[in-house]
T-cell receptor, first 113, second 113 residues
């Protein structure tokens, strides 16, 4: 069975601080995809990134960066110089064969000015 | 390009009543998904369509939930009769193919009293 664990229920930071959101996954599939979605107060899930299991290269997009380590089954997400607009719930998700998305419980990020 | 559209955005009903939600996917997306997101949890897949056929409905409570996707475009999700535990946000998502990234709509927040 596939499982995603986001151990951090809630994180509070002050604006301009860096923050890392942890994600640990379990799967028996050899080919799988990992995702991060953002859910702002409006409720819509916004796609941030998709990474396949064969690509362990880290990725940076503006203030966002992702660290994928198969050895520890982790796919962590870092926001550099956080802003108030980054306040949201962030979900890590996993899909294997069939593209069925399995989500973690989410991490609430609160960025204070 | 227009995103996934859902209506209504909010619905309040009494238990044992019926309710229906509507979803219009991104144009050209053959795969459509319905998720249930209970407060404080990650979304859980209810049903997946490929065109107008059901691919996965293993987690759909079929005694009270039904869904259809006539003509392979719009979809409706129905609950009849509703229970208190059905209070949740119902999210619709679509993807071009079953292996592509899923894009989500704004969701319908259902409250069952």
């Amino acid at each position: 069975a596939q499982k995603v664990t986001q151990a951090q229920t809630e994180i509070s930071v002050v604006e301009k601080e860096d923050v890392t959101l942890d994600c640990v996954y379990e799967t028996r599939d050899t080919t799988y995809y990992l995702f991060w979605y953002k859910q702002p107060p409006s409720g819509e899930l916004v796609f941030l990134i998709r990474r396949n299991s064969f690509d362990e290269q880290n990725e940076i997009s503006g203030r966002y960066s992702w660290n994928f380590q198969k050895s520890t089954s982790s796919f962590n997400f870092t926001i550099t110089a956080s802003q108030v607009v980054d306040s949201a719930v962030y979900f890590c998700a996993l899909s294997g064969w069939g593209n069925k998305l399995v989500f973690g419980a989410g991490t609430i990020l609160r960025v204070k000015s | 390009e227009a995103g996934v559209a859902q209506s209504p955005r909010y619905k309040i009903i009494e238990k044992r009543q019926s309710v229906a939600f509507w979803c219009n996917p991104i144009s050209g997306h053959a795969t459509l998904y319905w998720y249930q997101q209970i407060l404080g949890q990650g979304p859980k897949l209810l049903i997946q369509f490929q065109n107008n056929g059901v691919v996965d409905d293993s987690q759909l409570p079929k005694d009270r939930f039904s869904a259809e996707r006539l003509k392979g475009v719009d979809s409706t999700l129905k609950i009849q009769p509703a229970k208190l535990e059905d209070s949740a946000v119902y999210l619709c998502a679509s993807s071009p193919t079953p292996t592509d990234t899923q894009y989500f709509g704004p969701g319908t927040r259902l409250t069952v009293l």
